[in-house]
């Protein structure tokens, strides 16, 4: 397959949620249509940036593996659709504080598991975000599931994730545990 890429980062070594981090950034600097070329050694980073790259409105054209290198290729797509959140239901730290206080919900931190165990809010479940499609069945399609993340990025694609797979009540909260004043493990 040929591809005229427009742009190439190279992320070796760089673990979730960091690829897509640098990939965000990246994209920035392109102009609507070019390809942007992604060098990881991250496995997870394929399914991680299939799905960013189609929620946002950008095109995932395709993935190739040599040996323990990937290599991604994503074509910019409308500006419009980038880094902003597009999920409707959202929460603030402070209203789900108040919700903590009151009854019991499910907490859902998508973040990796050393910033988890780094800094949690008590009875949360992690699920990061690279294994959440993997681990759907963990979660009650009736209850309301509060999603949270560091700073609301990677909770914001999550829910939509839910949703897309039949989970009708999912919350964003924002703007994740980075501002969190509340109770914390």
Known sequence: M?????????IQGERSPLPLV????????LNEGE???VISTEVDCFIELKEWANYTGHEY????ANDNVFIHYIRKGKEAQNDKYLHARIISNNELISKLEQELITIVDVREELEFEFKHIP???SIPLGELKLRLDELAKEEDIYVICRTGNRSDF???LLEK???KNVWNVIPGISHWAGPIK
């Open 123 to 125: 009875g949360a479940v």
């Open 2 to 10: 040929e591809v005229k890429v427009t742009k190439t980062i190279d």
């Open 158 to 160: 999550a829910c939509h």
């Open 22 to 29: 640098h990939v965000k950034k990246a994209l920035t600097e």
């Open 35 to 37: 390809v942007l070329e």
């Open 61 to 64: 054209i395709d993935g190739l």
């Open 165 to 167: 797979n039949g989970y």
